[in-house]
């Protein structure tokens, strides 16, 4: 079983989910002016007919260097991150980071040099994350997004708008159920799983401030996820659905009239609905608020123990920064993804216009990830907060009490460690 880069975003912008499946690993070769240099490269299994000969192809298209591609199956991130502690890892890896831990441990190399004069045209919200004081350690792919689909005939049967803040979405919510169809879904435990920080940046907050502190110690940060516990509470949501919010079934067999989900199900959508649909970022709540879209991109990095580094950075330089032939075709020639240069965004064919423009423009306009200073544990803070809430009703304000506490503390950590 193999799954795509959708689980990139599984977990609310940007947590990496280990991927499944059995495949082995495939070689490109270089052309013969390398003077000998052999790269390693490795990827993570992608679900997408087509990626693995791709990746095969642009290596073997490389002259400077003998390059090996190798499809990784299994807990990938798990593998790289113990390989980066050896003299048998890759030279090249793609990575879901790198994280802040393998950028404190000196595991990745500096590549901020890659991005001379183009540094400007990569959308901010994904490379951000692979920003550490100032230097780039991961060069970002392609770009993954969740959105809010929305069926038109629906919401016009209904007198109902198209949501533009979280109080108009859950009265839409409310509006739209009726019969045997519910007006939202957000995933079969009811949003606590993928919205993830989304709602408080949609409320004009943030998971982590610039200056490092927790950024949701904020009165708004509780008033906004009551109204997840609200639209969960009213029975409006669609729950225990066939399948989850990245599978668009739900929507497409018109038990829900609004889902959300991921950029990667616009084609199925526009093929089965043609133009009875919409897309939306999440709704801003309150006077600071404003749409948001949670993004996240797997990036290009290179380990610190190769023993070709300079040749590696090279090696990611024409694939990632000079080749944006090969940057388009792997963002939209086998899956349906943005491509991390905003020019190639705004000019690639299947993304000007309709609903894939209205998604590039999210991404672009109201675009956020998971910060680097996010921590595995002070997600996991978060999160279990967040399922108590909306699932439990919790109160939003002594649970955030809770988590501001443990992130401010993990926060602290971090940044004042060696």
């Not at 831990?101 to 490379?127: H, M, S, W, Y």
């Not at 991921?262 to 897309?279: I, S």
């Not at 123990?305 to 032939?325: I, Q």
Request: with cysteine; net charge neutral.
């Amino acid at each position: 079983m193999t799954i795509s880069r959708r689980t990139l975003l599984g977990a609310g912008a940007g947590i990496g989910a280990g991927v499944l499946g059995g495949c082995g690993s495939n070689t490109g070769r270089g052309g013969g002016s390398s003077g000998g240099t052999r790269l390693t490269q490795w990827y993570h299994q992608y679900g997408e007919a087509g990626t693995e000969q791709a990746v095969e192809r642009y290596a073997a298209a490389y002259e400077k260097a003998h390059v090996t591609v190798q499809w990784r199956p299994g807990n990938y991130d798990q593998q790289t991150a113990a390989a980066l502690l050896t003299d048998s890892g890759p030279d090249v890896f793609e990575v879901n980071g790198p994280s802040l831990d393998q950028i404190q441990g000196g595991q990745v190399e500096d590549l901020t040099a890659l991005l001379d004069g183009v540094r400007d045209d990569f959308n901010p919200a994904v490379l951000a994350p692979k920003t550490y004081r100032g230097k780039v350690y991961g060069i970002p792919q392609t770009i993954d997004m969740q959105m809010l689909y929305y069926r038109k005939s629906m919401l016009r049967d209904a007198g109902v708008r198209p949501p533009r803040t979280l109080d108009e979405l859950v009265d839409a919510a409310k509006e739209l159920t009726r019969n045997k169809v519910k007006g939202l879904f957000l995933g079969n435990d009811g949003g606590a799983g993928v919205l993830g920080g989304t709602p408080l940046y949609a409320a004009g907050l943030r998971l982590v401030t610039d200056d490092g502190k927790a950024g949701f110690d904020d009165p708004a940060a509780a008033r906004t996820l009551g109204k997840l516990r609200e639209l969960y509470a009213g029975k409006t949501l669609l729950l225990g659905a066939p399948t989850d919010w990245s599978d668009p079934s739900a929507f497409l067999q018109g038990l829900t009239a609004m889902q959300w989900s991921g950029l990667w199900a616009l084609p199925q959508v526009r093929k089965e609905l043609g133009d009875d649909f919409g897309v939306l970022p999440f709704p801003g709540d309150g006077s600071h608020g404003k749409p948001t879209v949670p993004v996240g991109a797997y990036g290009a990095a290179v380990s610190a123990r190769s023993k070709e580094k300079e040749a590696a950075k090279a090696y990611v330089k024409w694939l990632w920064v000079e080749r944006t032939d090969y940057q388009e075709d792997f963002a939209l020639g086998y899956g349906f993804h943005i491509p991390a240069r905003i020019s190639l965004a705004k000019k690639a064919a299947k993304l000007r216009t309709g609903a894939a423009a209205d998604a590039v423009g999210f991404a672009t306009e109201h675009g956020y990830a998971q910060p680097l200073l996010w921590t595995p544990a002070a997600q996991t803070a978060y999160q279990d907060a967040l399922s108590r809430i909306i699932k439990d009703g919790a109160s939003p304000e002594s649970e955030l009490r809770g988590v501001v506490r443990k992130v401010s503390a993990e926060l602290d950590r971090v940044q004042h460690k060696s």
